[in-house]
């Protein structure tokens, strides 16, 4: 959660310690991971923070300054009303909303701002996280939430989609996503097995 990277010595140039691979900005725009927040990561209750923190960590590994914290549509929603309707203000592009069972954070969120929203249902012990699936996935048409997948790989893909909205207006990081694609690709051709 903690934005800090590591910077190059010789260039002064910020270095992605986690993913060596891929390139750093030499923007000229304002770097992306000095900035205020652009993407925040909302979740139901901490219990969902071991999933969420792929998310959390893939932003980190693109160098995007973000948010991350517990803020519930139910256990605390003036918070949550306060929090959406504040967002663009402060400068925030994006929500990341992940909640379960009957989640309704990432609507919640939706309701308050026309900033892009992001839900990721969380598994749930009850259904599996079907319950929180359909909760987020089944918006009333006017208030949009793009909805990932349940659990990790909707965690990791909220942010990639973050990602890749920030890219549009930022040809540098658009690079590094290519980047990444690439070095997936790669692996996957490069894969033996035994
Ligand atoms: N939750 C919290 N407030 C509203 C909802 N839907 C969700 C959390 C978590 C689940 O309830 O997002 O996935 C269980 O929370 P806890 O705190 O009981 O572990």
């Given at each position: 959660m903690a934005k800090q990277r590591n910077t190059d010595k010789k260039s002064g140039r910020k270095r992605?310690?986690?993913?060596?691979?891929?390139?750093?900005?030499?923007?000229?725009?304002?770097?992306?991971?000095?900035?205020?927040?652009?993407?925040?990561?909302?979740?139901?209750?901490k219990s969902d923070w071991d999933v969420m923190r792929h998310a959390d960590q893939t932003l980190t590994d693109f160098g995007i300054a973000h948010e991350c914290r517990v803020i519930?549509?139910?256990?605390?929603?003036?918070?949550?009303?306060?929090?959406?309707?504040?967002?663009?203000?402060?400068?925030?592009?994006?929500?990341i909303a992940a909640a379960g069972g009957a989640a309704h954070l990432a609507g919640v969120m939706a309701a308050h701002t026309v900033l892009p929203v992001f839900g990721?249902?969380?598994?749930?012990?009850?259904?599996?996280?079907?319950?929180?699936?359909?909760?987020t996935v089944q918006m009333?048409?006017?208030?949009?939430?793009?909805?990932?997948?349940?659990?990790r790989a909707g965690a990791v893909n909220a942010a990639?989609?973050?990602?890749?909205?920030?890219?549009?207006?930022?040809?540098?990081?658009?690079?590094q996503l290519k980047a990444f694609r690439h070095e997936q690709d790669r692996k996957i051709r490069e894969t033996v097995l035994d």
């Amino acid at each position: 959660m903690a934005k800090q990277r590591n910077t190059d010595k010789k260039s002064g140039r910020k270095r992605n310690t986690r993913s060596p691979h891929l390139p750093v900005s030499p923007s000229p725009r304002p770097p992306i991971s000095a900035a205020a927040p652009l993407v925040a990561i909302v979740m139901g209750s901490k219990s969902d923070w071991d999933v969420m923190r792929h998310a959390d960590q893939t932003l980190t590994d693109f160098g995007i300054a973000h948010e991350c914290r517990v803020i519930s549509a139910h256990r605390s929603p003036a918070l949550a009303s306060e929090f959406a309707s504040g967002a663009e203000a402060r400068g925030l592009e994006i929500i990341i909303a992940a909640a379960g069972g009957a989640a309704h954070l990432a609507g919640v969120m939706a309701a308050h701002t026309v900033l892009p929203v992001f839900g990721v249902p969380m598994k749930s012990d009850a259904l599996n996280g079907l319950d929180s699936l359909l909760a987020t996935v089944q918006m009333p048409a006017g208030i949009p939430v793009g909805t990932l997948a349940i659990g990790r790989a909707g965690a990791v893909n909220a942010a990639l989609l973050a990602i890749a909205v920030l890219a549009n207006a930022r040809p540098d990081l658009r690079a590094q996503l290519k980047a990444f694609r690439h070095e997936q690709d790669r692996k996957i051709r490069e894969t033996v097995l035994d």
